[in-house]
């Protein structure tokens, strides 16, 4: 194992590839863009294109539309597969619920990185419940924007991986129309339509979206295994005409979206994988998730001249959920979790034999929980922008203030099951509120000042975040479920921190270097006296070009001084979503993206490559017995779970007028399940895969096309994890074929 990694720069910079930009984000404040040389300004985007991203004084990436429109996916883990420094674990293999980590934070429900959409933050509970259970649909994006290093000191309140913000659909800057639809095996379907038009002082949009499936695994009793979600947005503006002394521009915004998936938690025993991967036990038929989302976002742009802008959001998100799903087996009054059961069937061979339906069961033998929920996110948010120009220099302020509520109502029951011959048979309906009766919530304000200063070739961009927050909880307990206050039971925890950061750019001929230090911060619980986590992070790359080899080569150090740990249902815990110190962490890595077009720039074909690879390498510095076993005992030296060491992926392209075909493949490293060191142990092991996907399209005339997907191309049979419980599959083989419309 490596003990340090150097922290080095190399030849680059890529002013000759800067890529595309959507037309509607050029169009002033009509599109609520303003572009200028040294500085983007938008109610909702932060970067808004490649240029931005690659003339950052930290680490960024920008996905625009027409890699969106590429794979055309509705799974976000596929999408983000291709940004260095991302790592993903997949569960369900359609990325309802995707667990991302950037540049080695821990990727549990994606709660350790800062969660946005249209510049606003989207976890249901960021501070409070940051677990994501509601992931926006990336299939309805625009763009997707990632924030790494001292790139994302404004954005919080996870300050240490980095932060994502996605871009929902832009009003258009005159009248567009949109339509497509696909079918595929598994009976998977998608229909996605929008509508938009902009006149000199109005504009609107509306969008919807829906798309399903019958599911890849198979029940042992033959239900339906898969999903169905839609997803609404509509957004209106109206504006000051051009000729206004003053521009101002008011846009509405609302989003609403459903789903219900028949998703458990309950994965397979290493022989049931090795022989029928996709199989489902019997005691998972009742497993269902039922969610909705709405949001209203309320977003007015000043401009008092092309210099000075301000912009401010008032937003509200409300997240309602309920997974019903397997929980406990319980027999002669010993009650197992299903965790602990699918690690070790053959030392709960009964329990085993109950889940997989075998055998047929006393009365609530089967515990089924009802984990209903149930967030409130709003705020109130705003940033002044002044930027001036003198003598081979650039100046910009920003100043940006925030204040947010959020809470998480848990009022939760269980739920008894028999199961016969197969099939389940509720015998006893639990009383709601009866398991878990509590209010968590979170207030919350941030301010952030950045300075950018350029003189001729050289950038730096101090900054500094405020974070100032007050989380609570209160229990009503199991008895008072009309919560009078009997046995009410009230705990507070409060934290304030300085969050510093600096970052530079310096442009050579054909290369630059940047680079910059922060301080990493993520938000305690309401536990008293828990404390924050806390980190220094430091990052050096280069960005080039050389032969028509553009790219980009960064190496990072992240130095926990007091990690934290969260006993989350989806890793094997309880569920509490308390957090446990686990201490001195060291996190180091490389990341590397290479691009290069094989065809010469007059040729009527393109064949572009795209390269990336993130090395990452994990260390405890310090021993300790993780809470609820989730980690494991953990030594000085281990690695972090869950965390692949190396991965890369590679897209080649045929592009052409009339058509275009696109090749994928991603190589994810084996990583283990609990910390350790050393060779991995098979029962704690995640194996190495590689998957390639495959889309192309034919473009019947710029108006209509014929798009043709597939997703692992080789149906190649891989696990993805062990966790919540047991060893879960990657989507297997599928074919789409689907028309595109647009005016």
Do not use: C
């Not at 309140?157 to 994502?164: K, L, R, V």
């Amino acid at each position: 194992m490596y003990r340090n990694i150097p922290l080095f720069s190399a030849l680059l910079f890529t002013a000759s590839i800067f890529a595309q930009t959507n037309d509607s984000l050029q169009s002033g404040i009509v599109s609520s863009l303003i572009r200028l040389d040294e500085v983007v300004l938008s109610a909702n985007v932060i970067l808004g294109s490649k240029y931005q991203a690659k003339n950052r004084t930290g680490s960024a990436y920008y996905i625009s539309p027409q890699e969106l429109e590429t794979f055309n996916y509705t799974d976000i883990n596929r999408v983000l597969r291709s940004v260095p420094g991302v790592s993903i674990y997949e569960e369900d293999g359609f990325g309802l619920r995707p667990n991302i980590s950037l540049r080695g934070t821990s990727p549990e429900r994606s709660a350790k990185i800062t969660l946005m959409e249209d510049g606003v933050l989207i976890a249901p509970a960021p501070y409070s419940a940051p677990a994501a259970y509601y992931f926006p649909s990336v299939a309805r994006m625009q763009a997707v924007e990632i924030l790494k290093g001292s790139s994302q000191v404004q954005y919080g309140p996870f300050t240490t991986g980095g932060a994502i913000n996605m871009l929902s659909t832009e009003i258009p800057d005159d009248f567009k129309a949109f339509l497509s639809a696909s079918y595929g095996n598994y009976n998977s379907g998608r229909l996605h339509a929008k509508i938009g038009d902009a006149k000199e002082r109005f504009g609107y949009m509306v969008e919807y979206l829906n798309f399903n499936s019958d599911g890849f695994k198979n029940l042992d009793n033959r239900g339906n295994t898969g999903f169905d979600k839609n997803d609404l947005v509509a957004k209106f503006r109206v504006n000051t005409s051009r000729a206004a002394s003053v521009q101002q521009s008011l846009e509405f915004k609302f989003q609403y979206s459903d789903e219900t998936s028949n998703e458990t938690y309950v994965g397979l025993s290493d022989a049931d994988f090795e022989a029928t991967p996709f199989r489902r036990y019997s005691g998972t038929q009742e497993d269902e998730m039922v969610n909705d989302h709405k949001q209203f976002l309320l977003t007015h742009l000043l401009a008092f001249s092309d210099n000075f802008h301000i912009t401010t959001h008032a937003y509200y998100n409300g997240f309602s959920r309920n997974w019903y799903k397997l929980d406990a087996v319980s027999l002669d009054g010993d009650r197992r979790g299903v965790s602990g059961i699918l690690a070790d069937p053959s030392g709960n061979p009964e329990y085993f034999d109950v889940i997989t339906g075998t055998v047929d069961s006393p009365n609530d033998a089967l515990l089924v929980k009802a984990n209903n929920r149930n967030y409130i996110s709003k705020g109130l948010q705003t940033k002044f922008d002044y930027h001036w120009s003198g003598e081979n220099t650039f100046h910009d302020i920003e100043i940006g203030l925030r204040y947010h509520y959020d809470e998480e109502d848990r009022f939760q029951w269980i739920d008894g099951y028999s199961i016969n011959e197969g099939n389940m048979i509720r015998t006893t309906d639990g009383t709601p509120g009866t398991d878990a009766n509590r209010i968590s919530d979170a207030r919350a304000f941030a301010s952030f000042a950045l300075y950018k200063f350029k003189y001729k070739d050289l950038t730096i961009t101090p900054g500094l975040r405020y974070e100032n927050i007050s989380l609570g909880r209160t229990n009503f307990g199991s008895d008072d479920i009309e919560r009078i206050g009997t046995e009410l039971s009230v705990r507070e925890n409060k934290t304030d921190v300085w969050i510093p950061g600096m970052g530079f750019n310096y442009n050579f001929d054909k290369f630059s270097v940047f680079g910059g230090i922060h301080k990493g911060f993520s938000p305690p619980t309401s536990r008293e006296d828990e404390k924050a986590e806390e980190s220094i992070n430091v990052e050096l790359g280069s960005r080039f070009t050389f032969n028509g080899i553009s790219g980009e080569i960064v190496g990072f150090f992240n130095d926990y001084s007091n990690l934290l740990g969260s006993d989350l249902a989806a890793t094997g815990g309880t569920g509490s979503l308390e957090q446990f110190n686990a201490g001195e962490v060291n996190v180091q890595g490389i990341e590397i993206l290479l691009n290069y077009d094989f065809m010469p720039s007059e040729s009527a074909f393109k064949l572009p490559l795209t390269f990336s690879y993130t090395y990452t390498d994990t260390e405890f510095q310090s021993s300790f017995d993780s809470a609820e076993d989730i980690w494991g005992e953990v030594a000085v030296g281990d690695e972090m779970p869950y965390i692949s060491k190396h991965q890369f992926n590679t897209i080649l392209s045929l592009e052409h007028s009339s058509f275009d075909l696109n090749l994928s493949g991603r190589f994810n490293g084996e990583f283990r399940t609990r910390a350790g060191q050393g060779s991995i142990p098979e029962d704690e092991k995640v194996p190495s895969s590689f998957v390639l996907d495959l889309a192309g399209a034919y473009h019947l005339n710029p108006n209509a096309s014929i798009t043709l997907n597939f997703i692992n191309l080789l149906d190649e049979e891989y696990a993805v994890s062990r966790v919540p419980a047991g060893l879960r599959p990657g989507h297997p083989l599928g074919a789409y074929l689907g028309v595109r419309l647009q005016y």
